[in-house]
């Protein structure tokens, strides 16, 4: 027996229990309290209930509704883990509401691209201040390496490691830290950055590495904003299809160059995909895989290797 009494308690011992093996679930979290307290307004008692769990799902007002299957997909593996303690938990089938996931498929940025937002974050504001600086040490940090944004913004002084072209990524997602190394060209490119921002700033408290000028560390939603006016000046903002491009598309980029670099170098990619996966900071290999999309390039490589494979083999005719 579980002795849970109300819905919130079994929220609570089932967030306990995976934040306890290093899952932060910070909106998952958030949704299932809602859930229970939408359960505590029904006057639910005893186990979840499928009823339950759709009632509270088809309260999302999402116009695609994808937003009350991934409701369900939140409360299915609360269920699971009630049902070891309450076996008559009602668990909630894959897809009862549809797929609770979309993938629209990210902008893979050209290399003349990369180099056209660099050149265009040059012409921020202010003029000779840090922060067009700043954006173009990011967009090439992130197109070099695939860092995740908050993971480039929370680099402190000491995690750059220029002697030994090192990054230290501290406590991100899964709260795993890992060294990711860097290009030498990358290296140089951040010892200039950091030139200047110590002489722009000399007297700046905060320990990121990348400031603005105010000398405080750069937030997620700066970072977003001076991008939206670099895509505006390139006029990126009303793409021919697709969705328009993001700075996070930076991290698809590098995961299908390095790919396409791979293939080029006659490399074997199978057995690396798992030090890309290390790389990038996953927990399954299968993660990286999300951030691969079939470019023209890529197509081509397996078109090549298709036609290679599918040809007999010497002296014999087919």
Known sequence: MSGWGSMAERVAAYLEARRAMGYQLRIEGEQLQRFARFADQQDHRGPLTLDLAVAWASQSHTASGIGRARRLEVIRPMARYCALY??????PPPNLLGPGHRRVAPHIYSAPEVLDMLDTARDLGPEGGLRPATMRCLIGLLASTGLRISEALALSRDDVDLEHSLLRVCQTKFRKSRYVPVHPTTRDALADYAHFRDRRVPLARDTAFLLFDNGRAVNGAQARHAFSLIRSELGWDKPMRGRRP???DLRHTFTCWRLQAWYQEGRDVNCLMPCLATYLGHAKV?????????TT????????????ASQPPAGKSS
């Open 86 to 91: 309450e076996p008559e938990t009602q668990i």
């Open 246 to 248: 993001r700075l996070y």
């Open 286 to 294: 299968t993660d990286t895989y999300w951030y691969l999309t079939g």
């Open 297 to 308: 390039e890529l197509l081509a490589v397996a078109a090549e290797r298709f036609e290679h």
